[in-house]
């Protein structure tokens, strides 16, 4: 079945250096799904990407589809403490069921 | 408006036991799907459900059921409980299934021992 590779699986930064997290698959994808989870919370939906070359902005983040919808990416400028969490990116089938990648986990030192 | 709500927050039980775990989606979604989070690892899949009918299933053993009520809340059923199965149990709903946001559920955090 489908399968999407997340990496890398922790990244440690400053407060305020850049992070970013790098969603892989080795077949094309309909659409991806970026979700934030706190430690010790849920997954909360970040935003979807369709278009082959999306790119779309929230704020300090910044997602990306790659051109041939084989790869995405989460980009964090400027991280801040609140940023600390896990990433996922998921596929999302026409049924609906989501395929979440392992995640990365972000710590962010003050 | 309520999001979703699960019931209950945390449970121990001990192996071979049965447990059931309950969910309230936000209002107007018809969708509701169940996800198994081990510590340290993304959310598998374990079922689907929209307007009462399974639409999707895992790979999990058949220990596991689910059903939709006419509310749309739904029950998530796991049988001869084995140790493996300790995990935080998350429930997701959507308005429809299809290529829409999840909202997800605060997770029951289930212990088997």
């Known amino acids: 079945g489908q399968q999407v590779m997340q990496i890398p699986q922790y990244q440690h930064v400053q407060e305020g250096e850049d992070f970013t997290t790098y969603c892989n698959s080795s077949?094309?994808?309909?659409?991806i799904q970026w979700y934030k989870q706190r430690p010790g919370g849920h997954p909360v939906f970040l935003i979807q990407l369709v278009k082959s070359g999306e790119v779309k902005k929230q704020k300090r983040l910044t997602f990306q589809f790659g051109e041939a919808k084989k790869n995405s990416s989460l980009h964090i400028t400027a991280t801040q403490t609140t940023d600390v969490g896990t990433y996922f990116c998921?596929?999302?089938?026409?049924?609906?069921?989501?395929?979440f990648g392992q995640g990365t986990t972000l710590q962010v030192k003050p | 408006d309520a999001g979703v709500t699960q019931s209950p927050t945390h449970l121990i039980k001990t192996r071979g036991q049965h447990v059931t775990l309950r969910c309230s989606p936000i209002?107007?979604?018809?969708?509701v799907s169940w996800y198994q989070q081990v510590l340290g690892q993304g959310p598998q899949f374990i079922f689907q459900y929209y307007e009462k009918e399974e639409r999707g299933r895992g790979n999990f053993p058949d220990r596991f059921s689910a059903r939709q009520f006419p509310n749309y809340s739904s029950e998530l059923n796991v049988n001869a409980l084995l140790l493996g199965d300790s995990a935080l149990y998350l429930c997701a709903s959507s308005l429809a299934p299809g290529s829409y946001e999840q909202y997800f559920g605060p997770g029951t955090r289930l212990t088997v021992t």
């Open positions: 209002s107007g979604h018809k969708s």
């Open positions: 998921a596929l999302s089938g026409n049924t609906g069921k989501l395929i």
């Open positions: 077949t094309t994808l309909s659409n």
